[in-house]
């Protein structure tokens, strides 16, 4: 019979635990049984732990009193705590899980209850610094009160500030959206939940702008000259981009181009009717003012399109040096892993003298909880959660099982996918019949019968399909030896990659100069604006109506 227990004291930390439809199988509480979370409660804190931490904690064998198990011990609670906290309370429970029983004690009465205060105060400062016009004010109010302030509008006034500044938002979108902006936003307002709204200004609000941008696209066709409507359809006929990029660029070169050839024919049409009637100085007059409206006309777009380049090539450089500091975070953060990666290698590489087992076991498990696959996870969860004895386990020997179970898992994943080469997949599934070293060196490697075919037709698909410095590279490659194409495979097919879009952009510098305002900003750009600028937004030589033509580099 399930055993039903509702909130009771807990123990000395001041902790009391519910847990939900415990299954009783002699003495022992069955994981599987639990049905819901496990919420831990202190005071006006709750945190809701995963079942699995319990589930984990109960394969340890880590409660004293199986019968009356239903309350966590204080390293269960640290893990629990680890695992769900934010990241000050994680800090805490990480330094006291590593360190003395007394650091864990006090952890438990007082360190993790002032984390939590200082992670929520760090929950509203950032509110305050990215939130609406609503949430900053009702943050700063909170930020302003006591803890007991701040834990209230964490829990429902900002929830409800940032639905009022998401109403705004929407209603600032259709004092200047279109009729379908305007016909959708009125819906989500009168009808919506705050999350409809929320996923309005997502998605829906870009989706009902693309709308409005045909609509206007044509409703401009209207009377258009040809210039116009060539370029008009050109772009209705492609992207949501596309038609966007019309409307912001293409539009008024077409219309100038449109309003020069009217004005100039007006003007030869009147100097030829002047010739006819024999009025000399009235067909001077006619030709240059021909010639005056012909020159204003380029001048005006040749302004404006040195305005839209000099935009162009701020906006690119500017995210240039986003996505340039982007990356560099990104390679900080991957040599911080594997540096992380090595000390724990070592750690546990140390902890075979018997006077590290347990501290190295320890820091090892907190860095595998975060960091394993599933299987290991639950075996630094429960050796965490446990006794000296339980990490000796784990270091001698939980590990490396669990390490094998994650592993299988991860060749059975190669064996299923349907996108893995057929060579790749028959050597998962061989490895998974064999010893463990098999799958481990599959992993590890990579190798399998016939991998070498397989990565030489590959680099052909890429050299057929790719542009003069990819055709160039992986030539190469081929011509090399096997490191040559893993290495071409792995690394060179993106560099070139990025060669030929540089290659095809500059090429269109020697175009128009609507083309070079566009240009020159994608030169000026991050590399990961260059694909989609070469098969959308640079239209080809010549006259306007070849304008936005979607093309890629060869």
Known sequence: MPNRTGYRPGTGSGFRVRLTEIEVIGNIPTASAIRERTIIDRGGFTLRANA???AAALAAGVFATPAAADVLPDRAQAVSLLETGGPGVARAAEAALLGSPADLQAFLATGRQQAQNDDERVLVTQALSSGGPITKRTAQRALSGTQDDIREYLANGLPLARSADDRIAVSQAMDTGGPTVNERGTEVLDNGTPADVRAFLETGLQQAKDVDDRISTLQALAGAGPEFTAAAQTA????????RYFLSLWRQVAANYDAEVTAVQEQLDAAKAAAAGNRPQDVKLAADKAAQLAGDARKANADRLAT????NQQDGRAASAAEAAAQQQAKEAADRAARAKSDNDKLLADAADPALTV?????AAVYLLRHGGAAVKNAARAALSGSDDDVVTFVHGGLAVAQESDDRAAVSAIAADPNARPGLRQAARDALAGPYAGVAALLRTGDYPGRDTDDRVEVNQVLAAGGPATKSWAQKALDGTVADIREFLAH??????????????????GEGPEVQAVAQGVLDGPDSARSSTSTSRCPR???????PRRTSPR
């Not at 501290?359 to 820091?363: A, D, L, Q, S």
């Not at 060179?492 to 510098?509: C, K, N």
């Not at 030589?541 to 304008?547: A, E, I, K, P, Y």
Request: hydrophobic share 30%; aromatic share 4%.
């Open 492 to 509: 060179g097919r993106y560099t070139a990659h990025l060669i030929d879009l540089d290659i095809y952009a500059t090429r269109t510098l």
């Open 236 to 243: 209705l006929d492609g992207t949501p981009e596309d038609v």
């Open 308 to 311: 839209q380049q000099a935009q």
């Open 52 to 54: 699995v931490i319990v």
């Open 359 to 363: 501290p190295n076991g320890r820091k």
């Open 541 to 547: 030589r010549g006259r306007v109506t070849r304008s």
